[in-house]
């Protein structure tokens, strides 16, 4: 059945042309033998709208391209990945344009598939579900599953693709309370490499759902997602602490960190990070505190970083709608800007270590110091609890690293690019430290986090590999799906 609808695509697109060259993207994309919907458009370098279309959150290795799409409906999906398969043309398709790996940057001169009107958000309060559109970020399901009285696991940043998340994963400050974002995931609505629609789930095709679940980016386009949702926790009210302390104050905190990871409550979340400020022209620890139940709990879980005596604190209850877009002091439109250079390195962890953090921090302190256009750049520490992901048998999806107390994120940012190499180096000499203390055997890191230097086994587990290769060859043998950290068509 595949091979013959491979077929009929291929006589399809006969008629327009097989094999062009990159030189006439445009007249391939503008011929008038391809029905695309009136809701398409199409835009091409130096017009109105391709910035819109293809402008990512980092501009650090970011791919390049001749010609955008922003398709109107599924058929245009389909349409856009059997032109460009057919000739030849390296593409990839977008949600929130927040990933960040290096291996972008090998997509030269391609074509931007941009899924912005994919935008629908369907919340089924009886049924407990929401589908939306691949083009939908976190900070749109935030409203309307409140107001449903429901809740789902999120990423912190709201400016993330939601399907683009779930792909990899889907880590976040209600992992221990709901799991993954994956474990909440039921059905996607797919376009394979061939073009072909089809409905991946448990029931339909559940070999590949399980491999999109975890390394999902590497088979196709999701064109919409449903979830299980959840009954607003503690009635959608949590408790939210904002903090920040002095340099001096690291190893302390991180000490009760790792105090903390020992015997963490679901509901509590913490994320740190180093920041310089600039008007006291030294180093800081912000950190961003959750408790996902009742003040009183959280206050009681929360009390070994408060009596740190941070510099500056705000404790207060908030709408689970309103709590990405006010934690960390509000931060989270500064934190979504996009067009800056963001060279990041990330690590997960089993073992959490304040030695090693410590000597993290002291490390970023000291690039602040010798190299100010690096200041932008960061150590960050996220303390999710594992309860939830552990929760769920590690063979049900291909998500490998269920048994993390921690993930770090080391940001390599700059203002001059002639500061791009020491703050590279920097993070690269404190990431090989991190991974020595991280309490797995090599390097392990959530494939969303990958810089993309990394191997597949350290971002897909060598256990998971084999399986994943072997359906990678099936449904992706030419890897035009490859850009984004991919999968082996063979393993080992």
Known sequence: M?????????FG???????????????????????????????FPNTTGFKDATQRWS??????????????????????????????????ATGGKHGYSTSFGELDDGLAIDLSNFNTINVNKNASTVTIGGGVRFSDIFDPLYAAGKELQTGSCPCVGTVGATLGGGVGRYQGVHGLIIDALLSVRLVTAIGKLITVSADSNPELFWALRGAGMNFGVVTSATYKVADLTNGGQVLSADLIYPGSVNGSFFEALEKLAADQPKELSVTAASSYDVHTNSTMLVANIVYAGPEDEGRAAMA????????????????????????????ASQMCTKGAPHSTYGINVREVSAAAYTRAFDAMDALYATTPAARSSAFSIEVFSNAGPMAVPDDETAYPWRDSSALILLQSSWTDESAADAANKNCEEIRADLVASSGYDDHAVYVSYAHGDETPEQMFGAEKLPRLAALKQEWDPNNVFGFGNAVPTSYP
């Open 304 to 331: 070994p970083f408060l009596d740190l005596e941070p510099t500056t604190q705000d404790v207060y209850t908030v709408a689970w709608n309103e709590l990405a877009g006010k934690a960390f002091f509000g931060m």
């Open 2 to 10: 595949i091979c013959s609808f491979a077929i009929l695509l291929s």
């Open 13 to 43: 697109y006969l008629a327009v042309g097989a094999a062009v060259p990159y030189s006439d993207l445009r007249a391939l994309l503008q011929n008038s033998s391809i029905q695309w919907s009136p809701q398409t458009e199409l835009f």
């Open 59 to 92: 501009s650090f290795e970011e791919p390049t391209y001749k010609a955008a799409v922003r398709p109107g409906t599924e058929l245009d999906v389909q349409t856009a990945v059997s032109i460009a398969t057919l000739n030849n043309i390296p593409f990839l």
